[in-house]
């Protein structure tokens, strides 16, 4: 290959060494030449893949001995917007997970590792890509299905009560009946206004919930006796699905709270109780228990009913969600007794936790604070 002429003029013949002389620097030229051209060359394709590089949507970053080798403009952008994702990603780096997804505050990144030998030598290649609208709109997807999930629920929980009383009520009308037979269908009509009432103050409590309306008065108030009314309120339930409800105290125990407000509280996780037996146990219990440990009081309610599943406990206390959709008909219920619940007990600056274990128990905890 030919890299360099040099031409010269001269009135003398040159000599051997001048030849050589003139070889050599005509080879050393051309090699600068080319290696000039090589250098453009490299320089040009560096830009040309950075160029392209920088505008890929997704972060890219190199790893070299633990120190960043190469980051692009993406990469550069998210970690001054969020330089906590640095330390989960050396977390995740070290653990050998080659693809996760990151939560950070409002923003989802989903990211790739994979280990490459460049230059005979080991890197790690990290693509970063925020998923956050993604994320938003399988959020907004999942709400919208909840909430079609919830309008056909409660449309069968309004239902159900009113073609009770629809029917029972025609009956009596029409049809010649005993004084007892009227009663029997006097009971059963009260019996299911009552369920009716309870959905619409479910939803009366939700709506004054979501617009911040709802206020609660506390006042020195007997726990005990509190718990006691609320036993006694879905004494008539716990016949129907023969569960028992165990409470047993030795002294009163007062704390400054809204009596009725902590009242369906506790009446709501005693039906919750219930409702969820199982069956297939010959005993069903629903136990209650306080706690006084002088800064807060706990409640405690446990069963031995058909329990949540591990992956469903964060869900339960979420507006219009149902644990299980297949008993969403066999077990009466709106899907916001517990949304309900949680607000009332944050209100009263307390907590509620929840622990169970599918098929066997189900304990949840209301801690209030012993004001």
Not at 194 to 213: A, C, P, R, V, Y
Not at 294 to 320: L, R, S, T, Y
């Amino acid at each position: 290959k030919l890299l360099s002429v040099i031409v010269l003029t001269t009135s003398e013949e040159p000599t051997a060494e001048v030849i050589d002389y003139l070889q050599l620097l005509s080879y050393l030229s051309g090699l600068t030449l080319e290696n000039l051209r090589l250098l453009d060359f490299v320089d040009n394709a560096r830009e040309y893949s950075e160029t392209v590089l920088n505008l890929s949507s997704d972060g890219i970053i190199v790893f070299y001995k633990g120190e960043i080798e190469f980051q692009n403009v993406k990469s550069s952008e998210i970690i001054k917007n969020y330089p906590d994702i640095l330390r989960e990603i050396e977390a995740k780096i070290d653990s050998n997970e080659e693809f996760f997804e990151i939560e950070l505050p409002n923003a989802f990144f989903s990211m790739s590792v994979k280990k490459i030998q460049l230059q005979g030598e080991e890197r790690i290649l990290v693509t970063v890509r925020n998923i956050t609208s993604e994320k938003e709109v399988q959020k907004l997807r999942e709400v919208d299905k909840i909430k079609t999930n919830f309008i056909a629920n409660i449309s069968h929980e309004l239902r159900t009560p009113l073609t009770a009383i629809k029917a029972y009520t025609e009956t009596i009308v029409n049809v010649p009946m005993t004084q007892d037979e009227i009663k029997e269908f006097s009971e059963t009509i009260y019996n299911q206004s009552l369920k009716l009432e309870g959905i619409l103050n479910d939803l009366l409590d939700f709506s004054q919930l979501e617009s911040h309306t709802l206020k609660i008065v506390k006042e020195p108030t007997n726990i005990h006796d509190v718990i006691n009314d609320s036993i006694l309120t879905v004494n008539h339930l716990a016949s129907q699905y023969d569960v028992k409800i165990e409470f047993n105290f030795d002294q009163d125990l007062k704390i400054n709270c809204d009596r009725k407000r902590i009242e369906q509280v506790i009446t709501n996780l005693l039906t919750n109780s219930i409702k969820f037996s199982d069956k297939s146990k010959e005993e069903r219990v629903a136990k209650i228990a306080t706690e006084n440990d002088g800064d807060f009081v706990k409640i405690i309610v446990e069963d031995n009913g058909i329990g949540i599943p591990a992956d469903k406990i964060d869900k339960i206390f979420d507006k219009f969600y149902r644990v299980d959709s297949d008993l969403t008909y066999s077990i009466p219920g709106t899907g916001l007794g517990l949304a309900i619940v949680k607000e009332i007990v944050e209100m009263h600056n307390g907590s509620i936790s929840v622990e169970s274990e599918e098929g066997k128990w189900t304990r949840v905890t209301v801690q209030l604070p012993n004001e």
